[in-house]
T-cell receptor, first 113, second 109 residues
Framework: IAGITQAPTSQILAAGRRMTLRCTQD?????MYWYRQDLGLGLRLIHY???????GKGEVPDGYSVSRANTDDFPLTLASAVPSQTSVYFC????????????FGPGTRLTVL | GQNIDQPTEMTATEGAIVQINCTYQ??????LFWYQQHAGEAPTFLSY????GLEEKGRFSSFLSRSKGYSYLLLKELQMKDSASYLC??????????FGAGTTVTVRA
């Protein structure tokens, strides 16, 4: 692993199903983030974690949950997917919550039908 | 959102210069970032400005005026590979990034 990875690359999901998007980084970064990117709206923060064991809500947290059991992994769960959650999801990390630069994963393209 | 505004699209010719403007609300401002995002790829960091003035990094420069709530990204000697979206992002009191919608730059031969 080099940097930050996400899985799956893409997924088509039936409405009402549960889905977990995975994110792993090997840079020993303390802070991690989940964004969604929609055409015309830019990147919006869903949830974040300043350090392992802590999480916080971003701009659009409803319908999503996260956990941060260790430094490397930051999964995002959709408990019951809805079509409005169709989007491209990016995971990112930074050295700390006040760091100058965030590093982004390759993204997961999710379609909810 | 934090009212971060940037133009939707810009087109320029190979070898030319393009300036992408970004305005934001000044209350609680910490710093401003520019990211580049090619179609279908992840955003990548270009620059960070926290103080007033111009930061130059090769063909790319970024300018900030804190009092005016204004920044620009200057791309010089445009190349075809510079065709991408350029994202302006601002941190406020909580240091979380707030992004503008992005400016799609198309470079023509």
């Amino acid at each position: 692993i080099a940097g930050i990875t996400q899985a799956p690359t893409s997924q088509i999901l039936a409405a009402g199903r549960r889905m977990t998007l995975r994110c792993t980084q090997d840079m020993r970064h303390n802070a991690m983030y989940w964004y969604r990117q929609d055409l015309g709206l830019g990147l919006r923060l869903i949830h974040y974690s300043n350090t392992a064991g802590t999480t916080g809500k971003g701009e659009v947290p409803d319908g999503y949950s996260v956990s941060r059991a260790n430094t490397d992994d930051f999964p995002l769960t959709l408990a019951s997917a809805v079509p409005s959650q169709t989007s491209v999801y990016f995971c990112a990390s930074s050295l700390g919550p006040e760091a100058n630069e965030q590093f982004f994963g390759p993204g997961t393209r999710l379609t909810v039908l | 959102g934090q009212n971060i505004d940037q133009p939707t699209e810009m087109t320029a010719t190979e070898g030319a210069i393009v300036q992408i403007n970004c305005t934001y609300q000044t209350s609680g401002f910490n710093g401003l970032f520019w990211y580049q995002q090619h179609a279908g790829e992840a955003p990548t960091f270009l620059s960070y400005n926290v103080l007033d003035g111009l930061e130059e990094k090769g063909r790319f420069s970024s300018f900030l005026s804190r009092s005016k709530g204004y920044s620009y990204l200057l791309l010089k000697e445009l190349q075809m590979k510079d065709s991408a979206s350029y994202l302006c992002a601002v941190t406020f009191g909580d240091y979380k990034l707030s992004f503008g919608a992005g400016t799609t730059v198309t470079v023509r031969a």
